[in-house]
């Protein structure tokens, strides 16, 4: 497990323009203080544009019954329910479902300036190479050892808990729960990625890091502002535990896979 952080990531592209990952807890809303307050001219989100579209009609239902697909994620028995229990019963700003700070980030984007661009980073369910990363991903993760790995979740859950605990670090804007809420997210995002090889771990990141890339590129192409001389920036919204591995990743990238803006 590496040392969490809480401040933001500055990727300075060797093609020009700037990435700014900002770190935050899945399901919670973040402290003012925490939020990322820096000018950008697009925002990307590592999921897939089906689940940009279903955002909205969670928020939709969420709206119309408060809490109810937290409540469902705590029924269903699955890491990420375990995730949601453990928010629960903190106190902080949350657990919610959609991500409010993604939402949040959303919302803004196509609402400022008559649109921000947005960029989707997973890519989609007809990309061929996805497909195989996916199916390989599968296979990994039903094997028999990780079969035997479920049922100790809930020990070994607690232990990697505690652990992750100290690699959180102190700030005089994070207080024990929110503290203890990063710990946990980091615990979840570390038992999520339990079935899967370092490799395929590398692969994803590989991919994703090189279509954050081609975002940053196209988003700088399709400036028509006064201001393009200026630095064009990308923000980034990210689970504070994955922002390790991603940070890893992008800094040896090599390649830049040119995606476009959602429509």
Same mark, same amino acid.
């Given at each position: 497990m590496p040392e969490l952080i809480w401040e933001e990531f500055n990727f300075e592209d060797p093609d020009g323009g700037r990435i700014i990952f900002w770190p935050h807890i899945p399901c919670l809303r973040m402290p003012s203080k925490l939020r990322s307050h820096s000018n950008f001219d697009g925002v990307a989100f590592l999921n897939s544009s089906l689940d940009l579209k279903s955002w909205i009609t969670d928020a939709e239902q969420e709206k119309n019954s408060p809490g109810i697909h937290r409540d469902s994620a705590i029924a269903s028995g699955t890491l990420f329910g375990r995730l949601m229990s453990d928010l629960n019963e903190l106190d902080v700003d949350g657990p919610v479902i959609p991500d409010p700070e993604q939402m949040r980030l959303l919302l803004h984007a196509q609402n400022s =300036?008559?649109?921000?661009?947005?960029?989707?980073?997973?890519p989609e369910l007809e990309d061929e190479e996805? !497909?195989?990363?996916?199916?390989?991903?599968?296979?990994?993760?039903?094997?028999?050892?990780?079969?035997?790995?479920?049922?100790?979740?809930?020990? =070994?859950?607690?232990?990697?808990?505690?652990?992750?605990?100290?690699?959180?670090?102190?700030?005089?804007? !994070?207080n024990a729960d929110l503290g203890a809420a990063a710990a946990s997210a980091m615990t979840w995002w570390f038992e999520e990625q339990r079935g899967l090889s370092d490799e395929l771990i590398a692969l994803r990141d590989a991919r994703f890091v090189s279509r954050i890339r081609g975002a940053l590129r196209d988003l700088h192409h399709s400036r028509v502002d006064d201001t393009k001389a200026q630095e064009t920036t990308l923000l980034v919204p990210i689970h504070q535990a994955r922002l390790p591995s991603i940070k890893k990743a992008i800094s040896s990238c090599m390649d830049v896979e040119l995606i476009t803006q959602e429509d």
């Amino acid at each position: 497990m590496p040392e969490l952080i809480w401040e933001e990531f500055n990727f300075e592209d060797p093609d020009g323009g700037r990435i700014i990952f900002w770190p935050h807890i899945p399901c919670l809303r973040m402290p003012s203080k925490l939020r990322s307050h820096s000018n950008f001219d697009g925002v990307a989100f590592l999921n897939s544009s089906l689940d940009l579209k279903s955002w909205i009609t969670d928020a939709e239902q969420e709206k119309n019954s408060p809490g109810i697909h937290r409540d469902s994620a705590i029924a269903s028995g699955t890491l990420f329910g375990r995730l949601m229990s453990d928010l629960n019963e903190l106190d902080v700003d949350g657990p919610v479902i959609p991500d409010p700070e993604q939402m949040r980030l959303l919302l803004h984007a196509q609402n400022s =300036r008559g649109g921000m661009p947005v960029y989707a980073i997973e890519p989609e369910l007809e990309d061929e190479e996805w !497909v195989d990363w996916q199916i390989s991903s599968a296979d990994q993760q039903v094997t028999y050892l990780n079969l035997m790995l479920t049922l100790t979740t809930g020990r =070994r859950w607690k232990k990697q808990r505690k652990h992750a605990i100290t690699l959180v670090p102190s700030s005089k804007h !994070v207080n024990a729960d929110l503290g203890a809420a990063a710990a946990s997210a980091m615990t979840w995002w570390f038992e999520e990625q339990r079935g899967l090889s370092d490799e395929l771990i590398a692969l994803r990141d590989a991919r994703f890091v090189s279509r954050i890339r081609g975002a940053l590129r196209d988003l700088h192409h399709s400036r028509v502002d006064d201001t393009k001389a200026q630095e064009t920036t990308l923000l980034v919204p990210i689970h504070q535990a994955r922002l390790p591995s991603i940070k890893k990743a992008i800094s040896s990238c090599m390649d830049v896979e040119l995606i476009t803006q959602e429509d």
